[in-house]
Every structure is written in structure tokens, then in C-alpha cells.
């Protein structure tokens, strides 16, 4: 199996993708998160790392197919993830406002 990779060097078009979506809709910004990519045959199984330390991801695969149409579960993806990590990043920041 191949090991993850930086998204933005395994596919930049996908890594400009959740970035862009992730900041517009959810004011998530790249430094707030860590995008990883895993290449084979069939498609990238992508990994997002966000909260403190980076502790938390959500995942999924895309086939090559899916990446060239982009297709409505990218869309789904990056929706489920920007509401998970959004709702992270607040608790986060109050534990750390809490005396």
C-alpha cells in the first residue's frame, strides 16, 4: 500500500477543492486542518486532520471516476466534514477560554 502523501501534491485540483469549500461555507481555513492522500489504482482515499493537535479525521474514498466528474459525495464530504470540524473547533476554543 502507498503511503499518504501532502493532498496538495497528490492532487491539487481535489486539495483547492475542500479548501476553497471548506473556508467559504464553513470558515475553516487550510492552516486549521491537515489534508492527506492515498494513491492507487482505483482512485485516493483522502484524510483530513483537524482539532487540537490534529487528533481528529474524517476519511474517505474517491475513485479516479468520481474525482473527474466531480461527483455530489466529494460535495457530501466535504459537508459532513466541515459541520464535524467546525463543531470540534468550537469546543476546542471554549476548554481552552474556560478558566
Given at each position: ?26 470558515h475553516?481555513?487550510?492552516y ?33 471516476q ?25 469546543d ?8
Amino acid at each position: 500500500m502507498n503511503r499518504p502523501a501532502p493532498l496538495q501534491s497528490l492532487s491539487p485540483n481535489l486539495y483547492r477543492l475542500i479548501t476553497m469549500k471548506l473556508e467559504d461555507e464553513y470558515h475553516i481555513h487550510p492552516y486549521d486542518i491537515q489534508i492527506f492522500g492515498t494513491e492507487n489504482e482505483d482512485g485516493i482515499h483522502v484524510t483530513v486532520s483537524y482539532g487540537s493537535q490534529f487528533s481528529h479525521q474524517a476519511d474517505q474514498f474517491f475513485t479516479h471516476q468520481e474525482l473527474d466528474d466531480g461527483n455530489s459525495k466529494i460535495d457530501s464530504f466535504i459537508e459532513k466534514t466541515g459541520i464535524q470540524c467546525r463543531e470540534v473547533m468550537i469546543d476546542d476554543y471554549f476548554k481552552k477560554m474556560t478558566p
